[in-house]
């Protein structure tokens, strides 16, 4: 039996086919590919993601350092809300000495233009400008305005779509200004004297 070749007592697994490897490849870059993932827009009830950098008038930004303040938060293009943004300043004046705070995120538009727009108008709230709309990106705006409401503990408590007059934002921002009233007063009675 000196020439004889001996066959194997077990199968070959068969090669996988095209589609399969093709399919297998797929499954791989899905899991692989870091960021290709889509972001959920920042929904009511959301922790929102971080906003950290220097606002135009050179004060220092991050939703953090605004814990326990009602923050409106206020994405905004040159191309449809510029006239809408001067409103917000009476607004801004009214309610600031009460614990508001209106940052205004300005998409696509260098600083230096931002700034200008702020400093011609009077705007004395915050101002970011967001060049490159990566800000924009994290909280899944796709349209302009959009603005968020967050309370003083960090959570989204309103999202509104498109334009919204100065008169119902203001009703939006006095119920989170009562909210944190009776909270501060519940508080307070728990609190053993």
């Not at 350092?65 to 009214?94: H, I, M, N, Q, T």
């Not at 909280?139 to 509104?160: A, L, M």
């Amino acid at each position: 039996m000196a020439g004889k070749q001996m066959k194997p007592s077990f199968p070959h697994p068969a090669m996988p086919g095209p589609l399969f490897a093709a399919a297998l490849l797929m499954l791989a870059l899905l899991c692989l590919c870091p960021g290709c993932e889509r972001k959920q827009p920042v929904a009511i009830g959301d922790t929102p993601p971080e906003i950290a950098g220097t606002g135009l008038h050179g004060e220092s930004v991050g939703l953090d350092r605004f814990r326990g303040r009602v923050v409106v938060l206020y994405f905004w293009a040159d191309s449809c809300c510029r006239d809408r943004l001067k409103l917000l300043e009476p607004f801004y004046r009214k309610n600031r000495d009460r614990g508001l705070v209106l940052l205004a995120v300005n998409e696509g538009s260098p600083a230096t233009q931002v700034e200008s727009f702020a400093k011609s108008n009077g705007l004395t709230f915050t101002l970011l400008a967001d060049e490159h709309a990566t800000t924009m990106e994290r909280y899944g705006v796709f349209g302009f305005p959009t603005v968020f409401i967050i309370d003083g503990t960090g959570i989204v408590r309103q999202k509104v779509l498109g334009e919204i007059a100065v008169e119902q934002l203001q009703k939006l921002v006095e119920r989170q200004f009562a909210i944190q009233r009776e909270a501060q007063a519940q508080f307070e009675k728990s609190r053993p004297r």
